[in-house]
């Protein structure tokens, strides 16, 4: 229940006494219960989601963003994983935190590792969601993401810098292909185009294209029943983004381009199905006539986490 202004005010303690009507000497310690109580009124206050929220991300699609937007409605209650072998060494406790309230659980895993958590009437009570973006973008942006955290990739840092951008390609396509050649696909069914497109119209409620990120975290809080508390999304925004046409150039000569287009033609596809066919956003039958959508002004695509 709402602290009362009585209440709030009493928790603050005697009046302060200052000179200076016009700027009163406060001390911290008098400040801060009273800060916390207003806080803490207005959170209760605050619409809290009724279902949780599971996002299927692929790395640099823009998760970054998404955690800060979608992550404000859960008020602590997230469970961010980086990889398969961590989703299954944590599923116990997901499984049981889920049980328990909402909750926000995304990770680099892939839909047919979360599989487990969305059966039966459990389904019900969970929107699950994904992005995806220009798979040429992505993978610049992986590079620079390499260069920027050398230990976020682990070996690959060691094994390529230095090198540019077309040896670091050729070494991911060798090595880790699963990250670099038609990873969106994979991500959504563990197959191709045709795969991916059943996922998506079956097993997700939202898919969008990065260019969407702001009417993708809108819906997916109205789905919630929550509220976002933190400002819109807003992707990285720096001169030498991935999305930047004439940065992907310098990266990205005409014949290199052709293979990495070669070897991600089902990425491709799969987002021109969804600019084409949603205009960039896929929302479920069965939550878009229970939800009003509004359209925002699309964010900027830069590099993206």
């Known amino acids: 229940m709402p602290l009362s202004l009585g209440a709030i005010i009493s928790l603050s303690g005697p009046p302060c006494t200052s000179a200076s009507p016009a700027r009163p000497a406060c001390r911290n310690e008098q400040f801060r219960p009273c800060w ?52 299954c060494e944590k ?21 047919l590792d979360f599989r487990g958590l969305m059966e039966g009437s459990q389904r019900e009570n969970m929107i699950v969601f994904s992005c995806i973006r220009d798979p040429i973008e992505r993978i610049v942006s992986l590079y620079k993401f390499n260069l920027r955290v050398p230990g976020a990739l682990g070996p690959v840092h060691a094994a390529t810098t230095g090198r540019g951008f077309a040896y670091f390609y050729s070494y991911m396509a060798e090595k880790h292909s699963s990250m670099v050649m038609n990873s969106q696909c994979r991500y959504l069914s563990g197959g191709g185009f045709v795969a991916a497109r059943m996922a998506i119209e079956t097993a997700f409620d939202a898919v969008a294209d990065l260019s969407r990120i702001n009417d993708l975290v809108s819906y997916v809080a109205k789905l919630s029943g929550g509220e976002i508390t933190a400002p819109a999304p807003k992707l990285n925004s720096n001169a030498d983004s991935a999305s930047d046409p004439d940065v992907l150039q310098q990266f990205v000569g005409p014949a290199l381009r052709r293979k990495m287009e070669n070897d991600n033609t089902e990425d491709l596809v799969l987002r021109e199905h969804l600019l084409r066919d949603h205009d960039g956003l896929f929302r479920s039958n069965y939550s878009a006539d229970k939800v009003e959508d509004t359209q925002e002004e699309p964010a900027t695509q830069d590099d993206a986490g």
């Open 91 to 111: 599923k116990g406790r997901i499984v049981a935190a889920l049980s328990d309230e909402p909750y926000y659980i995304a990770g680099h895993v892939p839909l």
């Open 36 to 87: 916390l109580a207003i806080r803490a009124s207005k959170m209760e206050q605050m619409a809290n989601p009724n279902k949780s929220a599971i996002l299927v991300h692929n790395e640099r699609t823009g998760g970054n963003s998404i955690h800060q937007a979608i992550g404000s409605i859960y008020h602590g209650r997230i469970i961010l994983l980086n990889s398969p072998k961590e989703f």
